[in-house]
């Protein structure tokens, strides 16, 4: 069984940071991709920030400039550096990783607040 574990949520002002970090119970070498995603009362969770192994990175427009998705191999962790943080950025934050043996797992979410 794996896990996902979420940390690093919480509330910020507008144009402040917050930090995102996701790690997984088994190596992360045999994931296909690893990504973010966001749910907000009524509407659909939507992609935020996606990586693939190579590296290669694919970001919502609503956050381009502003988020920064990393992975680190040797601790099993994505995370997601957040700046510049607007009102509409409040949601549920979703980590989602796509392991090339076993399918798509998803984390049990944490909540982000932007609010002065």
């Known amino acids: 069984q794996v896990q996902l574990v979420e940390s690093g949520g919480g509330l910020a002002q507008p144009g402040g940071s917050l930090r995102l970090s996701c790690t997984a119970s088994?190596?992360?070498?045999?994931?296909?991709?690893m990504g973010w995603y966001r749910r907000t009362p009524g509407k659909e969770r939507e992609l935020v920030a996606q990586?693939?192994?190579?590296?290669?990175?694919n970001y919502a427009d609503s956050v381009k400039g502003r988020f920064t998705i990393s992975r680190d191999n040797a601790k099993n962790t994505v995370s997601l550096q957040m700046n510049s943080l607007k009102f509409e950025d409040t949601a549920v934050y979703y980590c989602?990783?796509?392991?090339?043996?076993?399918?798509?797992?998803w984390g049990q979410g944490t909540q982000v607040t932007v609010s002065s």
């Open positions: 989602q990783v796509h392991f090339t043996d076993i399918g798509v797992y």
């Open positions: 990586i693939t192994t190579g590296g290669s990175t």
């Open positions: 088994r190596s992360i070498f045999t994931i296909n991709t």
